[in-house]
């Protein structure tokens, strides 16, 4: 695809080729992330970071990003204080708003809101979560994770075993993950849910339409076996028409370290969006994980200030300068990432 100037609504538009150099330039970004260097090549470029759903990673981090490469973030966080709420519609607020921006992050509760919206903007527009269909910005930023983290131990994408876990229809990250991985080739999915909350079928048959093997079951245990990657997800509650359906499956699939001791192979990575829902009732990924190496929750979250950078980058067309225009920082010390 071409970059400068391009919306990224779905991982659909993404060909094998894009997806690499969108990692290419992740990669590139790290000096800058880790504050060794900085660069202000978007000095006077505005950021409009408009989430009118809940988010503190990827809203953070797409703002994180921006800054890192010199831009300045303006937000609008709530639908109650914008007027949304006073009925007008997305044609005239994405009028309005990208006359003020130079680029749009946005998350709406409505799929397909953000296409919509990118429709009548004059700025390229990213999307950042649109209700249950897409979050192609996640997608991205959980296989670099996955490709880093197999990579490390010898393995690669093509002919990976992975199970996802959890509320696989209301899942915009699972949705968006399994499409962009059918990039690669051979993938084993297993799909572990409650039936209730399997899989869109549509997915389903895509995948297997296009070469991949997919396994649906309701048998965590069994469905834990043989895999490289668990990818765990929270029973998406706001997508239910009350907490107490929602309840029906919370805690339904829970991984401790017990669990996973007991079924998963010794080098099986452990990832999950975040966040993760920690009450006592849900617990879908245990505490008692949380120093275990395969856990990769929090360098998903590292890479996606990464990977929102490269695609920063691309979509302003300034990859190249931004190097060029790169200079050491002075009060770096020491940062693990
Ligand atoms: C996810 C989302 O918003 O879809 N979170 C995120 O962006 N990292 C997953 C979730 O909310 O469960």
Same mark, same amino acid.
């Given at each position: ?9 779905s991982v659909n538009q993404f060909e094998l080729a894009d997806v690499e150099r969108i990692f290419d330039v992740a990669d590139s970004m790290v000096p800058f992330a880790h504050r060794e260097r900085m660069t202000k090549v978007l000095d006077g ?18 703002? =994180? ?32 708003i990208s006359g003020y921006n130079d680029i749009i992050v946005m998350r709406h509760p409505q799929g397909g809101s953000v296409a919509e ?80 909350? =399997? ?64 079924? =998963? ?53 300034? =990859? ?18």
């Amino acid at each position: 695809m071409h970059f400068p100037g391009a919306h990224i609504l779905s991982v659909n538009q993404f060909e094998l080729a894009d997806v690499e150099r969108i990692f290419d330039v992740a990669d590139s970004m790290v000096p800058f992330a880790h504050r060794e260097r900085m660069t202000k090549v978007l000095d006077g470029a505005i950021l409009g970071n408009m989430f009118f759903e809940p988010s503190t990673r990827t809203r953070l981090s797409f703002g =994180c990003a921006f800054n890192l490469l010199g831009g300045e973030v303006r937000e609008t966080t709530d639908v109650k204080t914008s007027s949304i709420s006073k009925g007008e519609s997305l044609y005239d607020t994405a009028r309005v708003i990208s006359g003020y921006n130079d680029i749009i992050v946005m998350r709406h509760p409505q799929g397909g809101s953000v296409a919509e919206f990118a429709k009548a903007s004059r700025v390229p527009v990213i999307n950042a979560g649109d209700g249950p269909n897409e979050h192609p910005s996640q997608a991205l930023l959980d296989l670099y994770t996955i490709r880093k983290e197999l990579g490390s131990a010898g393995k690669s994408i093509s002919g990976m075993h992975i199970a996802m876990v959890g509320d696989l229809k209301h899942g915009r990250t699972v949705h968006s993950l399994s499409r962009l991985i059918q990039l690669y080739d051979n993938i084993h999915f297993t799909m572990i849910s409650p039936k209730e909350l =399997c899989m869109p079928e549509e997915i389903v048959e895509e995948l297997r339409r296009n070469g991949h093997t997919v396994i649906e079951t309701e048998d965590m245990e069994q469905g834990l076996v043989g895999n490289d990657t668990l990818y765990l997800t929270r029973i998406q509650e706001e997508r239910f028409n009350s907490k107490m359906e929602a309840d029906i499956y919370r805690g339904r699939f829970r991984l401790n370290e017990a669990i996973y001791t007991r079924y =998963c192979q010794p080098k099986t990575v452990i990832m999950h969006p975040l966040p993760r829902d920690s009450r006592a009732d849900a617990n879908e990924l245990d505490n008692d994980l949380n120093q275990h190496p395969n856990l990769a929750i929090f360098r998903q979250t590292d890479n996606g200030v990464l990977v929102r950078m490269a695609l920063f980058a691309l979509s302003l067309d300034v =990859c190249e300068q931004v190097h060029k225009s790169a200079r050491e920082v002075n009060w770096y010390t020491e940062r693990r990432f």
